[in-house]
């Protein structure tokens, strides 16, 4: 991201030993499965250049859960050097997502891609973080992946009194708290949303388990395999077209 601050901004790194008082209201990470493939994902998906994304989660005791990541966008600015992600993309996303859970997602931070071994931040990162730390009640998140040449991520939290502090963290489901990680039921999905008026949703099509084209008890592999083959795929995987698993959504749909 660039900015044009005039603000002289002065971060110290501090070490995480720092933190034996509880100074700091960040003592570790976690990753959902799902949040730690998303940045794999983003990460290789670009190569050499630069990417990122938006950390979506909660904290608990010391403990900041990261949930969800969303990734830059489509209009998202990559380089080898820098990176600028889509504001309305990503804040669009961030509504889109966070809904969907038990307990609505916040914002904790961001992370982005560094060449070779950078890992601590430029002078344009420190001027993002300052602005994202004086939105932020609590500081935030600062990760920065790096491939040198295996890829690596380390995590920084951002105080409000513009410290920066190493934080360990680790991957895992089973580590997440339950109902932070639950998905929410079908009226708190439209209690999230803001409904004036809950309404019951009905589950009507659910066929007999006899008829359903797969047993229970059936291995569901070679099922699935059928479904992915020629037989089925209007458009076969080929190495011309490696993204294409499917059918894309034609453009110019309307709808009434
Ligand atoms: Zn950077």
Known sequence: MWWNN?????????????????TYVCKYIVLSERAY???LAETFAHGESETGGILLGHFVNGVWYIIECIDPGLVAKHSSVTFEYDEN???????????????????????HRHPGSMDSFSPTDLS??????SRARAGILS?????????????????????????????????IIKDIILLAD????QENTGARRIVNTLHQNKLPA???????????????????????????????????????????????
């Open 186 to 189: 079908d009226g708190k999905i």
């Open 143 to 175: 990760m920065l992946v790096n491939v040198d040449p295996s890829l690596r991520m380390t995590f920084y939290y951002c105080g409000k009194d513009n410290t920066l502090m190493k934080v360990p963290y680790d991957v895992g489901d089973d580590l």
């Open 128 to 133: 993002s973080i300052d602005i994202h730390v």
């Open 210 to 256: 006899r008829s359903m084209p797969l047993h229970v008890h059936q291995d569901p592999i070679p099922a699935i395999r059928e479904a992915l083959s020629l037989k089925y795929a209007p458009v076969p995987y080929s190495n011309n077209n490696p993204h294409q698993f499917g059918v894309e959504i034609p453009p110019g749909s309307h709808f009434q």
């Open 89 to 111: 993309y990503v804040n669009h996303q961030k509504e889109v997502i966070s809904r969907l859970y038990n307990y609505p997602l916040t914002i904790l931070g961001i992370w």
């Open 37 to 39: 493939k998303s940045i």
């Open 6 to 22: 005039s603000r002289k901004i002065q971060f110290q790194y501090v070490a995480y030993d720092s933190n034996k008082l509880g």
